[in-house]
């Protein structure tokens, strides 16, 4: 990242801007950095001027305790106006779950596109996702990053063996080091199902994008997203999966932030 913003609580905040054309905001999520958009802001620099980001807690920014998601909202908001304050944003995973709760919020922007923000659309699912909750934070009050790490992976549905595969390998420090963040991501979606209320409130046009080999509940989560706020659109891209391809995404979000 090569500049930095500052937010309302006095937390520095890195980003990084690239391409030329209107102005995208990309927003990662759960165990990522600005890095980890860096590919896609690539792939949108030919049309758009795609900014990313490092959430608070993660790469070059910084983070002030204690967490609250209206931080995070007020980070979005500093970045929004240090690329000129007339952004669109683009919200990857739970990343997608924090731009439409700034855009409720009140952060004046002129579109939004998400790609499959993880609510829980499954009823039987619900009691796995409060423990979920609980186990995380304590696992984290009490310094166990890498158990944290775990029971991400797992609610995930990665196999066991990967897991274990996954703690041996050399990338496993860098994802001790992004845990406390799980926490953030965990907060930013609520208590699990599709917060319809509060997107019924989001006055803006809304991109909410799916992929075609996705598991169903999670194209289900992001089709309710595009019902429940009142300019929604759903939209299928064949073949891809959650960890979607840039290139395969690039387009279509192209073609909605340049309209």
Partial sequence: MDKKTISRDGTPIAYQRTGQGP??????????????????????????????????????????PPYAVEREVEDLAAVVRAVGGDAALFGMSSGGALVLRAVAAGLEVPRVA??????????????ERAAYTENLNRALAEGRRGDAVELFLRLTGLAEQMIANAR???????????????AHDDAVLGDGPVPRD???SVGVPVLAVAGGA???????????????????????????????????LAPVLAEFFTA
């Fill in 198 to 200: 509060l997107l019924a």
């Fill in 168 to 182: 041996r390998s050399p990338m496993w420090r860098g994802l001790e080091a992004l845990a406390p963040t799980l």
């Fill in 114 to 127: 998400v790609y499959e923000p993880p609510y829980e659309v499954r009823p039987d699912r619900l009691p």
């Fill in 23 to 64: 102005v995208v905001v990309l927003v990662s999520g759960a165990m990522s950095t600005g890095a980890t958009a860096a590919p896609l802001a690539a792939a949108l620099s030919h049309r758009c001027s795609a900014v990313v980001y490092d959430r608070r807690g993660r790469g070059e920014s910084g983070d002030t």
């Fill in 214 to 248: 996705s598991p169903p509940w999670m194209r289900t989560a992001t089709r309710q997203v595009a019902e429940a706020v009142p300019q929604g659109t759903y939209r299928v891209v064949e073949g891809q999966s959650h960890a979607v391809e840039p290139e395969m």
